[in-house]
């Protein structure tokens, strides 16, 4: 359980983001709370210095089809320097919550290792809808925030150990 406000930064300890470009891809399952995860990023980058016009947002049906969204993103867009993936997975009463939460854990990890343009997981994982709505802008506060911050951190990170 997060015990504290997910969407509270530090502005003097991220980097300057204004030249960078994002990509987010949104899950449309759950959509109050994607939508919620979403501009919670959104404002972000704009906080951080990002231009309007450089996050480009793409929809894709569910949580498990980011994976492909996302490195479709990352291959056509070149100049990208993160991607967000945004979900929510809620534990229902079968065993599909297990796998969807695990293929997508893995399919984000296994992007992270085969491309260049970083991607971020902010996909909840939440046992309950009210868990969902808490940290997608409720009472903890909001998940998207906290993945905006990662992505201005690691394209940073990318931008500096280009050689």
């Not at 987010?24 to 709370?33: A, F, L, R």
């Not at 919670?40 to 793409?58: P, S």
């Not at 994982?125 to 909001?142: C, E, M």
Request: aromatic share 10%; net charge negative.
């Amino acid at each position: 359980m997060a015990t504290t406000d997910l969407s509270v930064y530090d502005k003097a300890t991220i980097p300057n983001a204004k030249d960078f470009r994002f990509g987010i891809v949104v899950s449309e399952w759950n959509h109050d709370i994607t939508e919620g995860l979403f501009q919670g990023a959104f404002d972000t980058f704009l906080d951080c210095g990002v231009l309007k016009e450089n996050v480009v947002r793409w929809n894709v049906p569910g949580s498990f089809e980011l994976i492909y969204g996302c490195k479709k993103m990352q291959q056509s867009y070149d100049m990208l320097d993160a991607v967000i993936a945004v979900g929510s997975v809620i534990q229902g009463q079968t065993k599909h919550f297990d796998f969807v939460c695990d293929g997508v854990t893995q399919g984000i990890k296994d992007l992270n290792i085969q491309s260049d343009i970083p991607v971020i997981f902010c996909v909840l994982t939440d046992n309950t809808l009210q868990q969902a709505i808490d940290r997608s802008g409720g009472q903890h506060g909001n998940k998207g925030v906290e993945a905006a911050v990662a992505a201005i951190k690691m394209a940073q990170l990318r931008k500096d150990a280009k050689f």
